[in-house]
């Protein structure tokens, strides 16, 4: 308590004046912005129109994306807020799902089906996923965890920004941000309950069941106790997915060779598991919060697109086992937060300390079961990545309408030397140089068993960081916004080629918010970021089965020029209570993006012998959303456009260019019953791939087909409309409710788009098999 | 300036050659009226009101919209449902600018049904190889020999064009109106799996309409001008792969009665066909359904319509089809039925 009295006095003498004075009710400077939840005026009656009307104003909030509370008209970025009522209504199950219906924003896969990967821009590994404002960047591959691991039932709101963040949020905020918003205990002030069964092809036998409690206790003295507390757990299979088997490929890094195709088969991966253990404890200002998921996620398509097939006899028929082949990304993470405001609330202070496992563990299928190679071919490597540091953020006002925000963090993070392994074929039967085993010699060879061969060498990075971005307000309709952030990355693979000292990243953002006329807004922003190269770029081990590192790799670079128009038009006008509107253009330059290039990872385009001819990217895009609130009923709509250029590969022709989401959730009885529509059309976009243009004979007499290096296609991927239907009612009082979601309804079967782009396709040879038709029902409730 | 750029897109689609090698040709599918004061596929001359605003849904089915004679893998020619079943919805919004002139938007998807054994083989190998020949060409057969070899199969569901509409209303009187709408559709459907045309096409219609005491009438009349698609016998031993089917630009018609039953419910006919004036194996399309609207509330309407095509000649003769709506408008009484049994 003494401490609490102490450093806000402390801040006061350092701060001059007499501003103690000042109230929250008077505070003699420009008030940025109202009270996040502003309680109604004694004697105000809180009507339904007004509950109705503060919905929407607290939906339109953005309480931490930007690092303040601002609104996502005044914001200076493009931000979009997704409720946790939304996410409920719309009957989304993963957050890509939500993703998706956001401008400039498309759910793809990649590495066969093992990774979920939100384009932004159309530019893969772009986002930045926050938890509770927490990086879970994984250091190693920039795998985040988009993926079905993330429970929604956890959330509040899930904050968006779309384009670079740098100068607030650092390294990998590279083309946008993802923070979701965990619920507090009075937001649940109870038990929450649910289970769910769902099946179809898209999500076979997914049984999900989840326990969510919040409360918060009070005491005679001293602050509230809060607690959280949310156990989950989900078994299913993995997408139903068939096609021509992969008998025999030329993975990495190999060079490039025929690919070679059996008869079709189905895919029979083994059944996943996911276990989330996750809660938060709050004592007054201090919030310990930790997540402990556990699991093993198999997929149906592995690296390659190659169908996880079980293994098979000598007669080549199914065994009945299942295929692993899994890429279990988790994250594990405890941090220690302590965030209070100070000088009669004008100084906020937030800072944490946390400490993050990403659990990677990949066991993919490399070659399938087939008589050839009765139990297929796998790798085994479980790839551990680490970060421990601590972050500092902090806003005060200062004179002249100015608002300071300033931090910095500290963090290391490292991954220890991880070795692969292979099942499947004898060591001596594998295209790798295998270890020998123990008094074994050349002449002789014995392999070890398995090939252990290191699958990535051990890195570390230390990363020091501080930011200033101020907010000028100098009159009330007009706020001017501009920001610096210095990153430095030290140690073993600290920053290479940046700009300053070598290892030292500068970053500037500038914007203006011009409230031009009622409730419409123009905004015009700069921004930029970096993505320094991840531990797999640097320090993969090229004579396993991956590309070789390159440690002298530097970082790659955003910056977006951007401009929006945004309105709330339309206020409690007959039926329509209001209509949302924004459009943005901007225009994104990347520069220095990492490729693959002779085997290795490069930042020359990839046409170029010279190192100075970075490889660049130049994107034009419109993103446009609507949203209109009929009545009870909420219809939204979200348009993007890309045209992307790259110095190397010329038009980047695997980016659908329009993409149309449109959305409705319609009461259809008051209070307990509504049904919700979601339509996502893309337009048709091509595929790099490659031809079968012989058959070929294969041992033991049948015949496959065989894909030449040589013959390629521009394979043209229909245009898709992916449509997602469901129904959710409410009874007892909002205590009980009961939801049926199909997703995929016409069961559209489609391609994900090729982000490698590879004009000579080695990694990506046949079009990534997207999830077919699936439905999720459920029933759940707060009985206490 | 408008009406010329109008004229310079139909001069260049009327100009525009067909391809040399396609795997499908547009089915030609349900075209609702673009708003709620038409019968359901027959347009009214009637605009909505200005700052109106409305949408309807519609479901759709249509049994084997597309039957061909085409040659197997034997050489044999046979008759074959291509697509056994197209199943649709449609979206449509529209809004009044004035209480003469209305612009309206068209959203639709769809999903097919192929007689798989009609379609062919994407990747087919001629001959097996052997030990004295261990590799052999492969080939593409059916329809994907129509186009460069690719891996994607025919879709199985996608978009169909998004239209785009303007409507005007030309006269208006008790009993008779007059109205010309003009639809541009673009071609973001997937013009090689029967899911959409080549190109944008222009659609200009010319509508009438005569109101009695309790029977409504409805005309249409117009074109569609697009690029020619034809769609050919890819599996047969002829060289010159003898052409199945051919379309281009379109005379279209359609015709409507509906009279009331009662307060809340209507029954009607609505009949619309195509007759092409260009392009070679070319054919006449009409289809007659039967309609039922129901009236529910003020803002709502709701139809059901069923029936088939009469061209037996026609290889896009379906053999029946349905058709179920919604319509609402939350400020116009659009959905009101008027004494005639049409909306008013």
Redesign the interface.
């Known amino acids: 308590m003494t401490g609490r009295v102490a450093l806000p006095l402390l801040l006061s003498l350092l701060l001059g004046e007499a501003r103690a004075q000042r109230t929250v009710a008077d505070p003699g400077y420009e008030v940025l912005l109202p009270d996040p939840d502003p309680a109604p005026a004694p004697g105000q009656k809180d009507d339904a129109g007004d509950a109705a009307e503060s919905e929407l104003t607290i939906a339109s909030r953005v309480l931490s994306a930007a690092k303040q509370v601002t609104t996502v008209q005044e914001a200076p970025s493009i931000v979009t807020v997704i409720t946790s009522d939304e996410i409920q209504s719309r009957g989304y199950r993963f957050i890509n799902q939500a993703l998706m219906t956001i401008p400039g924003w498309l759910d793809v896969q990649g590495a066969g089906n093992h990774l979920n990967i939100p384009l932004v821009r159309g530019t893969a590994q772009a986002a930045l996923l926050l938890r509770d404002g927490v990086s879970m960047f994984d250091p190693v591959l920039n795998a985040a965890q988009f993926n079905r691991v993330i429970p929604l039932e956890t959330i509040k709101r899930i904050e968006v920004v779309t384009g670079p963040g740098g100068v607030l949020w650092g390294a990998n905020s590279f083309l946008g941000i993802v923070n979701t918003i965990s619920k507090e205990a009075e937001d649940i002030d109870g038990i929450e309950a649910g289970v769910g069964y769902g099946d179809g092809d898209g999500s076979p036998q997914d049984f999900r069941a989840f326990a969510l409690f919040g409360k918060a206790f009070a005491f005679r003295k001293g602050p509230k106790l809060r607690i959280v507390q949310h156990i989950s757990y989900e078994n299913y299979l993995a997408s139903r997915q068939s096609g021509p088997l992969i008998l025999q490929r030329s993975p990495a890094p190999q060079p490039p060779g025929p690919t070679v195709f059996g008869p079709t088969g189905s895919a029979d991966p083994s059944r996943s598991y996911i276990v989330n253990i996750d809660g938060r404890i709050s004592y007054g200002p201090v919030t310990l919060s930790y997540a402990l998921p556990f699991g093993e996620m198999n997929n149906s398509v592995s690296f390659g697109n190659t169908l996880a097939v079980g293994p098979v006899d000598a007669m080549g028929e199914r065994t009945g086992e299942t295929a692993v082949n899994r890429l279990t990304l988790l994250d594990r993470y405890l941090v220690l937060g302590y965030k209070s405001r100070f000088l009669g609330e004008r100084l906020g202070l937030d800072a944490k300390a946390y400490g993050i496992e990403f659990v990677r563990d990949i066991g993919a299928v490399t070659v399938p079961a087939s008589a050839q190679l009765p139990r297929g071919l796998s790798f085994f490597a479980p790839v551990r990545s680490y970060r421990v540091g601590v972050t500092f953020d902090g806003d005060t006002t200062l004179p002249l309408r100015n608002r300071l925000l300033f931090g910095g963090e500290v963090f290391h993070e490292w991954v220890r030397e991880t070795e692969v392994r292979f099942e499947g074929a004898p060591p001596e039967r594998l295209p790798l140089a295998c270890p020998l085993a123990a008094g074994s010699t050349l002449e002789t060879p014995v392999y070890q068993p398995g090939c252990p061969l290191p699958f990535i060498f051990g890195a570390s990075r230390t990363v020091i960081a501080a930011y200033l971005s101020d907010q000028f307000r100098p009159i009330p309709r007009l706020v001017l916004d501009a920001g610096l952030r210095y990153q430095v990355g030290l140690g073993a693979r600290g920053y290479r080629k940046a700009l300053i000292g070598g290892s030292g990243q500068l970053l500037g953002s500038a914007s203006v918010v011009w409230n031009f006329y009622a409730d419409m807004h123009l905004k015009v922003n700069y921004a930029t970021g970096f993505r320094p190269p991840v531990f797999n770029n640097t320090d993969s081990n090229g004579a396993a089965v991956q590309f070789s590192g390159n440690r002298d790799l530097g970082n790659e670079r955003s910056r977006a020029f951007q401009a929006e128009w945004n309105a709330r038009l339309l206020k409690n006008i007959g039926p329509i209570r209001e209509l949302q509107l924004r459009a943005d253009y901007s225009y994104t330059l990347l520069d220095s993006l990492i490729i693959v290039s002779n085997g290795s990872y490069s930042n020359t385009a990839a046409t170029s012998r010279n190192p100075d001819d970075r490889a660049r990217r130049a994107i034009h895009s419109v993103e446009a959303a609507a949203r209109l609130y009929l009545r009870d009923h909420t219809l939204s709509l979200g348009y993007t456009f890309l045209h992307i250029d790259t110095n190397d590969r010329g038009r980047l022709r695997s980016i659908p260019q329009h993409v149309v989401s449109l959305g409705a959730v319609v009461t259809l009885v008051p209070t307990y019953l509504e049904a919700n529509a979601t339509l996502n059309l893309t337009t048709g976009y091509d595929d790099p791939n490659r031809l079968r243009t012989s058959a070929v004979l294969l041992p033991g007499g049948a015949f496959g087909t065989l894909a030449p290096y040589s013959d390629l296609t521009f394979d043209r991927l229909p245009p898709q409309a992916i449509l997602n239907l469901g129904l959710r009612s409410r009874f007892l009082r909002n205590r009980m409710w009961a939801s049926v979601n199909f997703y995929n309804v016409l069961n559209q079967a489609y391609a994900h788009p090729d982000v490698f782009y590879d004009l000579t396709p080695t990694l990506e040879t046949t079009p990534t098999p997207a999830p077919g038709w699936s439905f999720f029902m459920q029933v759940g409730g707060r009985p206490w | 300036m408008a009406g010329r750029a109008v004229l310079y897109l139909s001069l260049v689609l009327v100009w525009a050659g067909p391809a040399a090698a396609e795997r499908s040709v547009a089915l030609p599918g349900l075209s609702p009226a673009v708003d709620s004061y038409g019968l359901v596929l027959v347009e009214r001359a009637q605009t909505a009101r200005r700052w109106e605003v409305g949408a309807q849904l519609f479901l759709g089915y249509t049994h084997s919209p597309l039957r061909l004679s085409l040659t197997d893998a034997s050489g044999a020619a046979g008759q074959h449902n291509l697509v056994r079943g197209q199943?649709s919805?449609h979206?449509q919004l529209w809004l009044g600018l004035w209480s003469f002139l209305e612009v309206a938007a068209s959203?639709r998807?769809?999903?097919h049904l192929y007689d798989e054994d009609a379609l062919g083989e994407q990747?087919a190998?001629a001959a097996?190889?052997?030990?004295m020949a261990?590799?052999?060409?492969?080939t593409a057969t059916g329809v994907y020999a129509g186009e460069?070899?690719?891996?994607?199969?025919l879709?199985?569901?996608?978009?169909l064009d998004p239209s785009l509409s303007v409507k005007g209303r030309i006269y208006r009187g008790r009993r008779f109106g007059v109205a010309a709408l003009a639809t541009v559709t673009l071609p973001?459907?997937?013009e090689?799996?029967f899911?959409?045309e080549k190109s944008a096409t222009f659609r200009p219609l010319l509508v009438g309409d005569v109101l009695l005491s309790r029977l409504s009438v409805a005309a249409n009349l117009g074109a569609i001008i697009r690029a020619g698609s034809e769609l050919r016998d890819q599996g047969s031993r002829d060289p010159m792969k003898p052409l199945l089917i051919s379309i281009g630009h379109e005379l279209y018609f359609a015709l409507g009665v509906a009279a009331r039953l009662h307060r809340v419910i209507s029954a009607g006919v609505e009949a619309f066909g195509t007759a092409p004036f260009s392009g070679e194996k070319t054919f006449a399309n009409v289809d007659m359904l039967g309609a039922l609207y129901i009236y529910p509330r003020e803002t709502l309407r709701m139809f059901a319509l069923s029936g088939g095509g009469l061209i037996p000649e026609s290889p896009l003769k379906n053999d029946f089809r349905v058709l179920l709506g919604i319509s609402w408008s939350?400020?116009s009484g659009a959905a009101q039925p008027s004494s005639d049994g049409g909306p008013p």
Not at chain 2, 148 to 153: F, I, K, M, S, V
Not at chain 2, 155 to 159: D, F, R, V
Request: charge should be positive; avoid cysteine.
């Open positions: 199943a919805v979206l959203l998807v769809a999903a990747v190998v097996p190889p052997s030990m261990p590799l052999v060409p492969t460069p070899r690719q891996n994607t199969p879709a199985g569901a996608g978009p973001l459907g997937n090689a799996s899911m959409g939350p400020r």
